[in-house]
Antibody, heavy 120, light 107 residues
Framework: EVQLVESGGGLVQPGGSLRLSCAAS????????MDWVRQAPGKGLEWVGR??????????EYAASVKGRFTISRDDSKNSLYLQMNSLKTEDTAVYSC???????????WGQGTLVTVSS | DIQMTQSPSSLSASVGDRVTITCRAS??????LAWFQQKPGKAPKSLIY???SLQSGVPSKFSGSGSGTDFTLTISSLQPEDFATYYC?????????FGGGTKVEIK
């Protein structure tokens, strides 16, 4: 069974940093691209970014709203995905979820998410 | 960026109704379109990918159609467990973008 479990969320002040983790199990993590998606309270879904797999040099893509502030990385030996968030803004407050990219390129499995609150 | 416009933003329907949700892309996306269901406090669940392909384990009452810029999600006979918010998403090009969501409520 595919499982994605996020952790690391919490309350952080504007300008601060936070690192989220996503623990994957039930599939060959190293084969797959992985995404982060966020959802602000009461709002819709917003794609944050992607990391490709080793075969594609672990290259990344980001939404314009986070580019230069957020960094996605992965550790295939630990079946883990990370989101390093720097220079956080109040508008980054959201539930952050990791999602697996299928071989058909869609997002087929999602984690429950972890809440990040940026507030003074 | 490709804008995804869903309609309606909300609808009220009764158990047993046939429900159709539409999604329009601001430019052609071939069939790189997915549909998700989200219930309050839960992770989104993938229903449809490639515009019309049913994810494994998803009941056949859900169906998708369309190509290019216009897409639909149909629920053939609405059941109590189907009351949720539905999102479309394009994955033709970066940044991936979602529609604003359609909340399906009980009439």
């Amino acid at each position: 069974e595919v499982q994605l479990v996020e952790s690391g969320g919490g309350l952080v002040q504007p300008g601060g940093s936070l690192r989220l983790s996503c623990a994957a199990s039930g599939f060959t993590f190293s084969d797959h691209y992985m995404d982060w998606v966020r959802q602000a309270p009461g709002k819709g879904l917003e794609w944050v970014g992607r990391t490709r797999n080793k075969a594609n040099s672990y290259t990344t893509e980001y939404a314009a709203s986070v580019k230069g502030r957020f960094t996605i990385s992965r550790d295939d030996s630990k079946n883990s995905l990370y989101l390093q968030m720097n220079s956080l803004k109040t508008e980054d407050t959201a539930v952050y979820s990791c999602a697996r990219v299928s071989r058909s390129s869609d997002l087929d499995y999602w984690g429950q998410g972890t809440l990040v609150t940026v507030s003074s | 960026d490709i804008q995804m416009t869903q309609s309606p933003s909300s609808l009220s329907a009764s158990v047993g109704d046939r429900v159709t949700i539409t999604c329009r892309a601001s430019q052609g996306i071939n069939n790189y379109l997915a549909w998700f269901q989200q219930k309050p406090g839960k992770a989104p669940k993938s229903l449809i990918y490639a515009a019309s392909s049913l994810q494994s384990g998803v009941p056949s009452k859900f169906s998708g159609s369309g190509s290019g810029t216009d897409f639909t999600l149909t629920i053939s006979s609405l059941q109590p467990e189907d009351f949720a918010t539905y999102y479309c998403q394009q994955y033709k090009s970066y940044p991936l973008t979602f529609g604003g969501g359609t909340k399906v409520e009980i009439k």
